[in-house]
């Protein structure tokens, strides 16, 4: 069994004992802004003078907990590895150079200010037995591969300087904590001298020393942390440098890891590096023949026996994958482009893990795909998933007849959805009756959908941001409600159409005779004309019209109705049950 530490220390004492802290490689890198270190600068000047009160405070009794600190007791290095809490360490020692670099400026005998110069000294740099300190040892080191900016850490500590030039967090952060040292001495004057004594006195971190690796991790997953929480893919990382460095091929693994994170940051992944994981996950359940509809969290999957070489090589190609998909890079045909633009829009992700599965099944050895049939089986993703969010909303409703298919990709099967065929007439009575408010993700879904179902060059509108327009205005049903004998249908497909932003605002509200100018570009400062094909089509045939009339509107909902269905049959997906009696 694992040796466990868990002690309570003040600053001091975790800083002053005889190991020396080092953020490992494989750690994220300093991530604190100015906002998170102004914060914790106010709470320790309440926390020392209660009230801007000195005499208030407590020397014996008052805490400021500040939160964990995990390592591991490295005993081949003598070292203490920062599992969790480098953020929190690494910005109190800001603070400290900061004070001491203000405190090396004073001049005030018999103040105590060379003693507390010592202590803070001896928070940074090593002593020996004299108590004598050398500027150029210091207590931590960081030696996070991905963080290109660490040897400014380390010489802000060593010299306390920084260039006016330097805008690293760790540059950034530093400076705003000289800033503020020299505002509350030239306020404070006697009070500055207590306030660095009070520091590494009373503030009390909960360190967390393991003797080994993997329970240091553990310990780390339970404790509620305050600061920057590892993400999952931080933990996997950690792993697979272990696996590298054991094949001395972690420079190539650290190298790759960083390019990794560009892509995820890049195409504006919501989790990061997570999402490629998350993809991952679901094609080495489709292998293992898993079609639960109950996921577990990502740790808990990759803990077992997923972290491996070949999981991180995979998960490299799948990156470049998403990252042709995101960057439009022009890797695929229009068809293909087409359709994941559409898809872009889909109500939930759930499609991206069935792209994934697909994608890692079916891709060549140069990470291709065969392009017609990448497209079928788009267009009976965009088909099934569009159709099944109408007869059964949810967010995690895909589930069901998603995985199944998955383990089919992966057994070289067809995709069929066979056990969840829509019954045509069922669908269409759903169809009509569904609400298709603004706010429901089905609605701009099929609407773009229906833009391509009318020729509608992608190239004209793929960088574009739209609204949805309601072509009998809203309002003017607000005025007179007796211009619809059904007030369902203002909120109906047949109403309702993707335009430019931009043009949607200044037209909204108009009557159908006044908006086609702004359609076709004859008012606003702009004079944009819009590009999507429908619009244009339907003001060249209704020159005349006054305004879209209900009966347009219902002719447009059974036209895109019955198109979606078409759509439907062609791939399969419908069943008539008539045919069963």
């Known amino acids: 069994m694992a040796k466990i530490d868990a002690t309570q220390l003040n600053i001091k004492k975790v800083l002053t004992e005889n190991k020396n802290f080092v953020i490992p490689d494989y750690q994220r890198p300093y991530a604190w802004d100015k906002e998170k270190c102004e914060t914790l600068f106010n709470d320790f000047l309440d926390f020392t003078f209660p009230d801007g009160n000195p005499e208030k405070f407590d020397t014996d009794n008052s805490e400021y907990y500040l939160g964990s600190i995990v390592c591991f007791d490295n005993s081949t290095n003598k070292t203490l590895d920062i599992i969790d809490g480098q953020q929190r360490l690494t910005t109190i020692l800001l603070l400290l150079r900061a004070i001491y670099a203000k405190l090396s400026k004073m001049n005030m005998a018999g103040s105590g200010i060379e003693n507390t110069k010592k202590d803070i000294a001896s928070c940074i740099w090593e002593t020996n037995e004299d108590g004598e300190y050398d500027t150029n040892r210091l207590k931590i080191d960081t030696k996070v591969a991905t963080d290109d900016d660490r040897d400014e850490f380390l010489a802000i500590l060593k010299n306390g300087e920084v260039p006016q030039n330097l805008n690293s967090n760790y540059a950034i952060n530093y400076k705003f904590f000289v800033e503020q040292v020299d505002t509350f001495h030239g306020k404070s004057g006697e009070m500055f001298r207590r306030f660095p004594q009070r520091i590494l006195s009373n503030v009390i971190v909960l360190r967390v020393k393991a003797s080994d690796w993997d329970s240091s991790l553990r310990i780390f997953n339970t404790l509620n942390d305050r600061g920057m929480p590892l993400a999952d893919s931080d933990i996997f990382k950690s792993k697979l440098y272990a696996i590298y460095a054991?094949?001395?091929?972690?420079?190539?693994?650290?190298?790759d890891w960083k390019a990794l994170e560009k892509i995820a940051k890049d195409i504006s992944l919501k989790h990061g590096i997570d999402d490629f994981f998350a993809n991952y996950m679901y094609y080495l359940r489709a292998k293992d023949d898993n079609k639960n509809t109950t996921v577990i969290a990502l740790r808990e999957f990759y803990k077992e026996n997923h972290i491996n070489e070949q999981t991180f090589e995979n998960i490299k190609v799948l990156a470049n994958f998403?990252?042709?998909?995101?960057?439009?890079?022009?890797?695929?045909?229009?068809?293909?482009?087409?359709?994941l633009f559409i898809l872009k829009y889909a109500p939930n992700t759930m499609w991206e893990y069935m792209v994934s599965v697909y994608f890692m099944q079916n891709k060549d050895e140069n990470g291709k795909l065969d392009e017609e049939k990448f497209t079928e089986f788009l267009d009976k993703l965009i088909a099934f998933s569009f159709a099944y969010e109408i007869t059964t909303p949810g967010v995690n409703a895909l589930r069901t007849p998603f995985f199944p298919e998955m383990v089919k990709i992966v057994s070289n099967e067809k995709i069929d959805f066979a056990n969840f065929k829509f019954d045509e007439a069922n669908f269409k009575e759903v169809f009509m009756t569904t609400n298709f408010s603004n706010s429901r993700g089905i609605t701009r879904a099929i609407l773009t959908w229906w833009l391509f179902e009318n020729d509608q060059n992608l190239d004209d509108i793929k960088n574009e941001k739209f609204d949805i327009e309601h072509i009998f205005a809203k309002q003017l049903y607000e005025d007179d409600k007796s211009l619809l004998t059904n007030p369902r249908n203002l909120e109906s497909l047949g109403n309702k159409v993707l335009l430019e932003k931009s043009i949607n605002i200044p037209a909204r509200d108009y009557h159908f005779c006044d908006k086609k100018k702004w359609y076709l570009g004859e008012r606003g400062k702009k004079k944009q004309k819009t590009k999507i094909s429908e619009i244009l089509k339907i003001v060249s045939e209704n020159e005349n019209l006054q305004d879209f009339t209900e009966e347009m509107i219902q002719s447009r909902q059974k036209l895109i109705l019955d198109k979606f269905v078409e759509n439907l049959k062609k791939h399969g997906l419908t069943i008539n049950w008539i045919d069963f009696i």
Do not use: A, C, L, T
């Open 322 to 339: 998403w990252s042709d998909i995101k960057d439009e890079k022009g890797e695929f045909g229009d068809d293909i482009s087409k359709n």
């Open 246 to 255: 054991k094949n001395e091929k972690q420079k190539e693994f650290i190298k």
